[in-house]
């Protein structure tokens, strides 16, 4: 059942938890996020990255996905995650995304709000929400942030952000408070006190990228600090692989749709752990 983002953040925000927006780049793992879902009744927004829209040739992978949504009892709706230009912006829109998120945490600040107030601007002819970011957040490995001190200047700043939702009147804003995309090195230490402080001046649902990885107590913790999305996407990765590995080893048979109902069912399992977790 297609339903609004903006509705299903909303009322995420006003009752205190967060919907599970998780990633996809084949039916498999399609299958497997919706079946979870419906098995646990939870609205749920299914997204793809630049580079699993670009791998599904994106109007194909949109007419997929937007199928499961129409034919499902949840409410659910389709995301660009990380959108890097205007341009996948627009081809997302014609293809039948209900939101996209612009990505220009890099830039420095004035672009990224340049870039995003572009994209809202088109986006809105379209009834369609806009996630912008503000912040750096890293990936394991990138050479982007290499000490404490670098470590903190690319956090949100609180003050910036309000500034960033005025100037370009996104409908959610992505933050980084010490999260990182992909699996910790260590143990992740995310500032809470900045997250709360952010809270305090901007009234527009937050979002937490890097779901994979970060302990259940402290989801708990930054939901209830306003955080009312939250992406999953490296943990169904590396269900769905180390599943695909370890039944092709195990077995002889070449019946692939025999044994991606393994895979499925792994894939399925953590999206319904993320679930549980970030409910009510």
Same mark, same amino acid.
């Given at each position: 059942?297609?339903?609004? #983002? ?10 205190? =938890? /967060?919907?599970? /927006? ?9 299958? /497997? ?11 749920? %927004? ?46 997302? %829109? ?43 957040? #890293? ?14 200047? /690319? ?28 699996? =910790? ?12 402080? %952010? ?82």
């Amino acid at each position: 059942m297609l339903v609004s #983002p903006k509705i299903l953040l909303e009322k995420a925000q006003k009752e205190k =938890y /967060a919907v599970g /927006a998780f990633n996809t780049c084949n039916l498999e793992i399609t299958k /497997a996020i919706f079946a979870a879902a419906e098995n646990l009744n939870s609205p749920i %927004i299914i997204q793809t990255s630049e580079g699993e829209s670009q791998h599904g040739q994106i109007t194909k992978i949109a007419t997929l996905i937007r199928k499961f949504i129409e034919e499902s009892k949840i409410p659910a709706c389709l995301n660009l995650d990380h959108g890097k230009s205007l341009e996948m912006v627009k081809k997302c %829109i014609t293809a039948g995304y209900a939101q996209v998120m612009i990505d220009g945490s890099k830039l420095p600040f004035s672009e990224n709000i340049a870039l995003t107030k572009k994209v809202v601007q088109y986006a809105h002819k379209y009834n369609v929400p806009v996630e912008g970011e503000l912040g750096l957040v #890293p990936t394991p490995g990138q050479k982007e942030i290499v000490s404490e001190k670098e470590r903190e200047k /690319a956090m949100t700043d609180p003050n910036l952000a309000l500034d960033f939702v005025k100037k370009t009147e996104v409908d959610f804003l992505a933050v980084a408070i010490g999260n990182v995309h992909g699996f =910790y090195k260590g143990k992740p230490v995310l500032d809470f006190n900045r997250l709360g402080e %952010i809270k305090k001046k901007v009234k527009i649902p937050l979002v937490l990228h890097g779901g994979s990885g970060i302990a259940d107590c402290d989801i708990k913790k930054a939901i209830s600090l306003g955080i009312c999305k939250i992406n999953v996407n490296t943990e169904l990765r590396v269900a769905f692989t180390n599943a695909l590995r370890q039944i092709l080893k195990d077995q002889k048979q070449h019946i692939p749709y025999e044994y991606m109902k393994t895979v499925e069912q792994a894939v399925q399992k953590v999206v319904e752990e993320k679930i549980k977790v970030f409910s009510k």
